[in-house]
């Protein structure tokens, strides 16, 4: 469940006040948030996210005021319960798939049978690359690698910002089957925003700020 209230913040006092409109997702449902560039929507996943504090305003996440938390709580909250999907996988070049995953577990804290790692990697078409290295996989992969990321710790809330902008149609279908795919299989709200407008059809839940 995912809940904001009356959500503010400016990067300098001086700059734009961003308000943001209040969500209210129950456990599993799925929004798509739209707008212009620059209108704020990476800030606004970013404060989702608790990558940013609000200036005013709440925000619950899995009955979590997470901007009550310290920064030390706030991160393991976030390594436990968030999966954050970006434009480009953050994967650590040095390591191949496999490792990358076991290393987002590694920081997650969260266990889980060996074999699911493979199984996520079946899922994802990505079984093949299991040893590769993060150079040899194509963009597509590269973003099926960054959903495996994101969900391997089974989160509560998985946050997207522009993850189909760099792919062809038919990659940005996949993404988005997947990303819903995985929400549902482990009970996640999944909170996309984009400017892509192709990403629209896929979703009932939509605001534009
Ligand atoms: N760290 C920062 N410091 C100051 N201003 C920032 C910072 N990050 C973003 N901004 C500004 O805040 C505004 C909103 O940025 P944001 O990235 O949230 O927009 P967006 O809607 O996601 O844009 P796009 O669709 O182009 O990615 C922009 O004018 C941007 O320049």
Known sequence: MVTTENLTFYYKKEQHTFSFPDIFLEKQEDLLV???????????????AGLLKPVNGTICIADTAINSLSARKLDIFRGQN?????QKSHAIQSLNVFQNLQARLFFSKKAIHPKAIDQLLIELGLIE?????????????????????????????ILADEPTSSLDDENCKIVIELLKKQAKQTEAN?????????????FSNT???
């Open 34 to 48: 739209l707008g212009k560039s620059g209108i704020g929507k990476t800030t606004f996943l970013h404060l989702l």
């Open 82 to 86: 968030i999966g954050l999907v970006f």
């Open 129 to 157: 690359y299991k040893n590769s290295a993060i150079q040899e996989l194509s963009v597509g992969q590269l973003q099926r690698l960054g959903i495996a990321l994101s969900v391997i710790h089974n989160p509560k809330v």
């Open 190 to 202: 999944l909170i996309v925003i984009t400017h892509d407008h192709r990403v629209k059809s896929f």
């Open 207 to 209: 605001i534009t700020i």
